[in-house]
């Protein structure tokens, strides 16, 4: 092992030990071969030096404990806790099919009755409240069907998660989710072929798509009730921090706070969301691409509250360990993003682990995450599990 300083290092140097944000959160894992972004992100950080393995040498990252060492406890759920996700399942999908209901009356009707956009969000909001856990999991449910108005309560789940951690309160939290469960409404004025096809877009086809704010900023005001706050930000969801973003190039404060904090949670989720003209990124790619950009795109705020709820580990994503065995994660350790609480699936050979096997990698130190895998790779009923 050998300490380099951020400024004399190279891509393809691996790294030995995790390096941290002074918050806790991760900047890099153990075991990371780097690029040149990550030493741009060091140098964001004001990291000035890690510790590397030498790169002539075999030397391997420091071995992670053994499972067999710790200390493992088979628990069954509680049933209130299953009670709670098989409700939170079921919402979830009659969440969908509410916000397939707006999208539907407001492209044939004059007037949305705004009651289905404020009851949804509100439920919305105590489930997050009772456990944004169970919530966050659900996210997890990526398809290709209904896949506007899936991405939509997502991204309404991701919104008020990170709001939650803001401090908002529960009426704020109503007008973010209305937000994010209607920020892409004026999609319905965009031609379903330019939407759904697969291949590139001409220039004029994204100019047309970049439309939709706007579209949605007229029919919020003139179908609805719903309010200006809901308005902007629905206007304003693709707006950047640095102008770079549109439909106006704003930049900083003179975005609605909502407005970023849909952004955000929009971004994230079509990253991690399978689409016709790619495969997904898995959520710990979209979250580190993120964290990548994020001085310049996102609201520090908003990116913290989303780093420490959200996690780079997400609830219901599948990591491996450095021993071997794969799990899936179960809850995120708030302010210690990279180590979460998880429970085990499979051993070291790939076999179903028989029972609940939950370990809290904030207590046993000595296990580490290897990397995060995909669990389209695996036969794992994500939902059942965690
Ligand atoms: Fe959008």
């Known amino acids: 092992m050998i300490k380099v300083l951020v400024k004399n290092l190279e891509a393809g140097m691996r790294i030995s030990r995790p390096v941290h944000k002074p918050s806790g959160g991760v900047i890099l894992d153990a075991g990371a071969v780097i690029n040149n972004d990550d030493i741009e992100r060091l140098k964001i950080y004001g990291v000035e030096a890690v510790y590397t393995i030498r790169p002539e040498t075999t030397e391997k990252p420091p071995v992670s404990g053994k499972l067999s060492a710790v200390k493992m406890k088979n628990i069954a759920p509680a049933q209130k806790y299953v009670r709670f996700k098989m409700e939170s399942f079921k919402a979830h999908q009659e969440n969908i099919d509410s916000v397939r209901e707006i999208f539907k009356k407001l492209s044939v009707s004059e007037n949305l009755d705004d009651s289905l956009a404020k009851d949804t969000s509100r439920l919305m ?87 939709h704010p706007t579209y949605g900023y007229n029919l919020i005001l003139e179908k609805t009730k719903l309010g200006k706050d809901v308005a902007y930000s629905v206007y304003q969801h693709h707006e950047r921090l640095d102008g770079s973003g549109y439909p106006n190039g704003l930049t900083g404060n003179f975005i609605n706070l909502y407005a970023k904090i849909v952004g955000l949670a929009d971004t994230y989720e079509a990253m991690s969301s399978p689409r016709v003209y790619r495969e997904m990124y898995m959520s710990y790619s979209a979250m580190r691409h993120i964290i990548a950009n994020a001085t310049r795109l996102f609201d520090s705020n908003v990116l913290n509250a989303f780093i420490s709820a959200v996690a780079l580990y997400p609830v219901g994503s599948l990591v491996k360990l450095l021993s071997g065995e794969v799990a899936i994660v179960i809850k995120a350790n708030k302010r210690f993003p990279v180590r979460p609480i998880i429970k085990i699936l499979m051993d070291e050979k790939g076999e179903k682990v028989d029972g609940t096997v939950i370990v809290d990698l904030l207590k046993n130190s000595d296990i580490v995450i290897k990397e995060p895998v995909d669990p389209n790779k695996f036969d794992i009923n994500v939902i059942k599990e965690f």
């Open 125 to 211: 909001v105590e489930h997050i409240i009772k456990n944004e856990n169970v919530m966050i999991g659900l996210t997890n449910l990526k398809t290709f069907d209904n896949y506007l108005y899936a991405h939509s309560v997502n991204v309404a789940v991701l919104s008020l998660v990170i709001g939650k951690a803001m401090g908002l309160t529960n009426q704020q939290l109503e007008t973010l989710g209305v937000s994010a469960l209607l920020h892409d409404i004026g999609m319905l004025n965009v031609s379903r072929n330019i939407l759904e096809k697969p291949g590139r877009l001409t220039q004029s086809e994204s100019l047309e798509i970049q439309k």
